[in-house]
């Protein structure tokens, strides 16, 4: 044998050996999972229990992207250890998780890199029907978009929660790259028509008048939709990502087309129960205040006065009358926390209305 086929073989061998302590030390993790299931189901007899914990899995992966001692970046093994924390979820309850689809959508892709990829994830055609289906317990969470950092806020997820009782359980912010895709039939065609959603016409503006003026641009009600008619209708192309170029079998005729190269949308995760403290968490609220001078202030001092960061403050128009308004709210830190109590104090007495949408898990992937 030559010395590197000798090498290459000693090393294999080590492979090999680290491959089955590997599966040993997997399966035992597992077992344990499964045991931890077992004392949750024998405490909560005949109950709804709630396997699935956000709290731990933010703290079991930030622990993992500290202590990582390379040469893996921190990222790719929080990310191996996110899919075999969700193969032990899975033999604890199998997940049912609805998202903003079809399939294909970067919500799936948000949905995937939040739970792992042991889930049973449902596409459903609208936000409010993602809501629903959670509310009803036919799914166990949900996964909607919240904000774009090049667009703003999504105002249908922000209105949802006006009337829904379901709590945000977490967050996960996906970076979206467009591409413009076609079939390979139409590849050396003329393009006529680009499909796309709404939001990725929006984020992709700037490129599409610089680089396929006058080309006509049809929104459709995701990007997977796009994705499907333009692998369907030769001399058409979709603006989408990679899931959906994958699904339809599409080549990319200009790869990453996003205007912004930071281009992030923020997602959140709903479900019907609070989590507990993790140790970096966020909240959110919504607050109606009384029209009056210095409402605004009134509502804000009490986070300056107790220290407490403000992440986002949005507007919207309140369902209960013209030129009312409600103001949505995340700031830093858990309803737990001793100065997040004081400020939501504080905030109740002045507020028409206070409606506590969650805390929950800072994103860590
Ligand atoms: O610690 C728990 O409560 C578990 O169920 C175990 C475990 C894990 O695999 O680490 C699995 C699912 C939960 O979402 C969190 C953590």
Known sequence: MTDEKTRLAEL?????????????????????????????????????????????????????????????????????????????????????????????????????????????????????????????????????????????????????????????????????????????????????????????FAQCRQWLDTHRYGIERVTVSSNAEAARRAAEEPGTAAIAGDMAAELYGLEKLANCIEDRPDNTTRFLIIGREEVSASGHDKSSILVSMRNKPGALYQLLEPFHRHGISLTRIETRPSPSGTWAYVFYIDFEGHVEDEQVRKVLSDVDEEAVELKKLGSYPIGVL
């Open 12 to 200: 294999r061998d080590q492979i090999d050996s680290i491959d089955q302590q590997i599966m040993d030390l997997i399966s035992a993790r597992a077992a344990c999972a499964q045991e931890v299931a077992n004392v949750k189901m024998a405490a909560n007899p005949g109950q709804d229990v709630f396997f699935y914990r956000p709290e731990r899995e933010a703290q079991v992966l930030r622990r993992i992207k500290e202590q990582n001692p390379g040469p893996l970046a921190d990222e790719e093994m929080a990310r191996l250890f996110r899919e075999i924390m969700s193969a032990c979820l899975a033999l604890e309850k199998p997940m049912h998780i609805a998202f903003l689809g079809p399939i294909g959508t970067f919500t799936q892709a948000a949905a995937l890199k939040h739970f792992g990829h042991s889930v049973i994830s449902v596409p459903l055609p609208a936000i409010d029907a993602v809501f629903r289906e959670v509310e009803s317990g036919a799914a166990h969470y949900g996964v909607v978009p919240v904000e774009n950092s090049t667009e703003g806020m999504i105002n249908h997820t922000l209105d949802m929660f006006m009337s829904s009782p379901l709590k945000i359980c977490g967050e996960v912010q996906l970076r979206i790259h467009h591409h413009l895709l076609v079939s390979p039939e139409s590849k050396d065609q003329e393009i006529t028509r680009i499909y796309s959603h709404q939001q990725s």
